[in-house]
């Protein structure tokens, strides 16, 4: 139960609690097919998992005592994080002495009322305990390598994903890792962390997991796709990529968070929505809310929502009423929209750009140019737009018209099917385009 993999299904909603006897009743009673009796979920667990997915939220142990609390995360939610309780300072606050008790508390927890967990996390240069901060070099590496091995272990079986390593890059343009003492003991230290996390829990999915990383023209996203298509190349064991998910005014969600998630699922990884809150209030927010669920239901290997906490109050940034449920519990704007739109399917409220997804891979590259495969599912009469980077141009395209040599090119069928590409010449970038798909 607590290592199953849910593997997300686009179509066909499972029935939930409403019995065969029950259905029967309905569709005789109201002479209706029975397609159209199928249940929509009424919380956010049972609507995700229509679509075969996850919906969770973080726990923080202290208040498992308070029943207001519980009573929402457990009929809402079916998979847990601990907000702060498997960190490295919560897990290994002395050197070789490890304290899992808060973390056990809420594996318990989750175990006894039938939800899995999400594991946070295990190599992070933040909220280390005071004797790591203060080590360095092989030393620090090996004391790293011990803590992700120590703690894997303990929880070896009972965890759906980990963080293996979170918030490793750099915020700006740089695209660089960031500074920090595990940075310093070599640039492989993520990679080390991850095969000490396989060979710990081998059934374990095993996830990197950082912040804005969700809009796609970022450098930090684009660093860390490359890290994992390096990863994937050399087979480093990572299963899974977590976008934290934590949007403001300053950090709004892009809109082709589609598109990133697409790219990354592309390179054979799962993702996962890990730290979700939003900023504001009303209809904006509950707007916002809903572009995130669409974009994950638009992506099959987009196999989980989490938010960061349950109510408004329990936030780490109460103040900007992030979450979808207020200070008292009551369910918010963003709470139905959120519902409405796991209950959808990612297919109600058509507009532009819903009915069809384009995934975009990198193909084969020379120094001057780059193949770019694109695929398009959900519709046969598509128009793709594709946005190239920089000064790229269009060398040469096959399977599908394209108009256009520079900037936004369109795509549309010529008869050749769904999967089609073109070569680009980089012309000083190598970043691969983006693109949408509409229908027609
Ligand atoms: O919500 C967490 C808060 O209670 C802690 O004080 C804080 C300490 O760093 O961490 C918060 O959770 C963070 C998560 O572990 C990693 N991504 C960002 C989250 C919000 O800061």
């Known amino acids: 139960m607590m290592t199953r993999t849910l593997t997300p ?14 259905l029967t009743a309905l569709v005789l009673s109201a002479g209706i097919a029975a397609t159209s009796a199928q249940a929509a979920g009424s919380t956010l667990q049972a609507a995700a998992a229509e679509s075969g997915r996850y919906f969770g939220t973080a726990i923080a142990a202290n ?12 009929r809402e939610f079916n998979m847990v994080t601990a907000e702060n309780e498997m960190k490295l300072d919560a897990t290994e606050p002395n050197q070789n002495q490890f304290n899992f008790t808060n973390g056990d508390r809420i594996v318990s927890w989750a175990r006894s009322n039938g939800k899995q967990v999400r594991g946070h996390t295990l190599a992070w240069h933040s909220q280390q305990p005071g004797w790591m901060q203060n ?19 303990h929880y070896r079986g009972q965890i759906h994903s980990w963080d293996v390593v979170n918030e490793a890059f750099a915020d ?6 960031r500074d920090s003492n595990l940075q310093r003991t070599g640039n492989d230290w993520i990679e080390a962390a991850f095969r000490a996390a396989r060979a710990a829990d081998p059934n374990a999915k095993l996830c990197y997991n950082d912040y804005n990383t969700d809009n796609w023209s970022h450098a930090k996203t684009q660093a ?31 809109s082709n968070y589609h598109t990133t998630l697409g790219n990354f699922a592309a390179l054979g990884v799962d993702v996962q929505i890990t730290e ?10 509950a707007e916002q809310y809903r572009g995130i669920v669409q974009a994950c239901l638009a992506v099959s290997r987009c196999t989980g929502i989490s938010v960061w906490g349950v109510r408004d109050s329990d ?15 009551n369910k918010k704007l963003a709470y139905n929209y959120t519902l409405d739109a ?7 409220n058509p507009q532009p750009g819903d009915g069809c997804t384009v995934t975009v891979t990198r193909a084969e590259e020379w120094s001057d140019r780059f193949n770019v495969s694109l695929a398009v599912s959900g519709s046969s009469t598509w128009r793709v737009a594709i946005q190239l980077q920089g000064a790229q141009s269009l060398q040469n395209s096959w399977n599908a018209t394209v108009s256009g040599t520079s900037g936004t090119l369109t795509a549309t069928p010529n008869g050749n099917g769904n999967s089609f590409g073109i070569t680009v010449y980089k012309n000083g970038s190598t970043t691969l385009p983006t693109a949408t798909c509409s229908t027609t």
Do not use: E
Not at 172 to 177: C, E, V
């Open 224 to 254: 860390v796709y490359n890290m994992v298509r390096d990863f994937k190349s050399r087979g480093v064991p990572i299963d899974c990529v977590g976008f934290q998910a934590h949007f403001n005014s300053g950090n709004p969600v892009p």
């Open 135 to 153: 080590m360095s070099g092989s030393a620090l590496r090996s004391a790293m390598l011990n803590h992700v091995t120590q703690v894997a272990t």
């Open 9 to 22: 299904r686009r179509r066909g909603r499972t029935l939930g609690v409403v019995s065969l006897a029950t």
């Open 63 to 74: 208040k498992l005592s308070d029943t207001a609390y519980t009573t929402i995360a457990n």
């Open 315 to 329: 936030s780490w940034r109460s103040g900007d009423t992030p979450l979808l449920f207020d200070g008292n519990g």
């Open 276 to 285: 979700l809150d939003i900023a504001g209030s009303g209809t904006s927010q």
């Open 342 to 348: 796991l209950n959808a399917g990612g297919t109600g």
């Open 172 to 177: 700006g343009s740089s695209g660089a890792r």
